[in-house]
DNA sequence: CTTGACTCCGTACCTATGTACGGAGATTAC
DNA sequence: GTAATCTCCGTACATAGGTACGGAGTCAAG
């Protein structure tokens, strides 16, 4: 089954609009589609995906120049190559989760005080926000 | 001990450019400071001390609608709104931890098959980014 | 075959968070 | 007192990631 879609069916399939895969398309992340004589573009379910994949890999926290990097990742390279652009998305991956993670903590502690004693006037969060304790923490 | 500031030394104190303060001003989040005959703003130690707080605020993930929020909720009575804002906060970012986990485990698993059989014609990487895996990894 | 929905294109606009510019006036340092 | 620095203001620009517009061509249902 070969299922073309125009851009409005994809959109739609993919959960986007219509203009998004335009623009995805002048940066690149999609590759120009086939055109019949109407001109207009005609899609396959592939694409779908693809742009599924943009908007989950957007979602957590990977900027658009970042997924253009991963979609390379599915292309006629060598193995070296994709090696080496996985083990430095692999990288920053963790770096990122590392950063998340004081910043969880120093939300954590903001919480917990707060439930602990918020009877007393001040508000803790605040508090800690005013003082200078996160400092390190972050 | 009075300490009055002028924007270039307050912007210097709390580690931000001056534009930025008066940005800050035009936002709200910095109240219109006295003007003495010169026109010249001054700016009292206390307004250090917000900078910094926005500024923390902000590496917390909250951006400058959530801090013109806390700022005005500076009260006594108002702990509770303030924990919900950092526990809602603190959900969100450990939503994101746990997503980014899945995509580091999935890019780990995709190096280290690529390390252990990359002499092997095909590269593992690529095999299985072609094929829809991707869609349960992320 | 008509009508309404869809698509084409380039360009302008939007939000958030600042940054930079430029010319005039004030202040400070020497 | 003069030169260097600072500040004033409004406005424009920067970046990412879209979103909207408008007029003209195309497709599909009835």
Redesign the interface.
């Given at each position: 089954m070969k299922a073309r879609l125009t851009i409005g069916r994809l959109a739609e399939a993919a959960g986007v609009g219509v203009e998004t895969v335009r623009f995805y398309q002048r940066c690149g992340l999609l590759t120009e589609p086939e055109r019949p004589a109407s001109g207009y573009r005609e899609y396959c379910p592939a694409d779908v995906?693809r742009i599924?994949?943009i908007k989950?890999?957007q979602?957590?926290?990977f900027n658009l120049d970042d997924i253009a990097g991963l979609l390379k990742?599915?292309?006629p390279?060598?193995?070296?190559l994709?090696?080496d652009l996985?083990?430095n998305?692999?990288n920053l991956?963790?770096d990122?989760?590392a950063a998340?993670?004081s910043?969880?903590d120093?939300?954590?502690q903001?919480?917990r005080q707060?439930?602990l004693k918020?009877q007393r006037?001040?508000?803790?969060?605040?508090e800690s926000?005013?003082r200078?304790k996160?400092?390190r923490l972050?």
């Open positions: 995906q599924r994949f989950r890999a979602s957590l926290g990742l599915d292309g390279q060598t193995c070296s994709t090696h996985a083990l998305k692999l991956v963790e990122k989760i998340l993670a910043i969880r120093a939300l954590r903001m919480v707060c439930e918020h006037g001040t508000c803790p969060i605040i926000l005013v200078d996160n400092e972050l």
